[in-house]
């Protein structure tokens, strides 16, 4: 009885080890270091991260292929300086994504789409907040205005008040 388990946990043990062997291996190729690029840029300072966004704005003209239009979407997206702007980030990570010359990782990919998506809900909360802004000066204006006139109210008040 125990040699048969012992057979058995055996046989169990070559089958797990071959179903291992057999598992299909990424074929991937090497995907470019767009993480390593995006932490490079979340670690470096306002001139480095502007310097970044420089350089990859000129990597894109000469060269405007899927991995220097996601360079450049990473660079605008990465907050703290001049040129950020999550909305064109966020869109040209996605035609870094959506371009039919790109074979990218899944690792890569999956990246790349979470980032736009962040990028996306940034811009349309920073769109918020200028609405909100407008909103704002527009009542602190209406405020005033009425305020000019309750004190010509006042004014008149007192004038007829004070008339013999």
């Known amino acids: ?11 169990l043990l070559a089958t797990l080890a071959g179903c291992a062997a057999l598992q299909p291996q990424s074929t991937d190729p090497a995907p470019p270091d767009l993480v390593a690029y995006a932490e490079q840029l979340a670690a470096a300072n306002t001139d480095r991260r502007e310097a970044a966004l420089n350089a990859a704005r000129e990597q894109w003209r000469e060269q405007p ?26 869109d040209h990570i996605e035609q870094a994504l959506n371009d039919p010359a790109a074979d990218w990782a899944p690792s890569v990919r ?10 996306r809900h940034i811009a349309s909360l920073e769109q918020a907040q200028r609405d909100a802004r407008g909103e704002r000066d527009e009542l602190a204006e209406a405020l005033d205005e009425a305020r000019r006139k309750l004190d ?13």
Do not use: K, Y
Not at 1 to 11: D, E, F, N, T, W
Not at 81 to 90: I, M, N
């Open 65 to 90: 292929d899927p991995v220097s239009i996601a360079r450049l979407g990473l660079a605008e997206g990465q907050w703290g300086h001049p040129g950020a702007d999550a909305a064109a980030a966020a």
């Open 110 to 119: 999956g990246f790349l789409s979470v980032r736009a998506a962040t990028l």
């Open 152 to 164: 010509a109210i006042t004014n008149i008040e007192r004038d007829l008040g004070e008339a013999p």
């Open 1 to 11: 009885m125990r040699a048969g388990g012992g057979l058995a946990a055996i046989i």
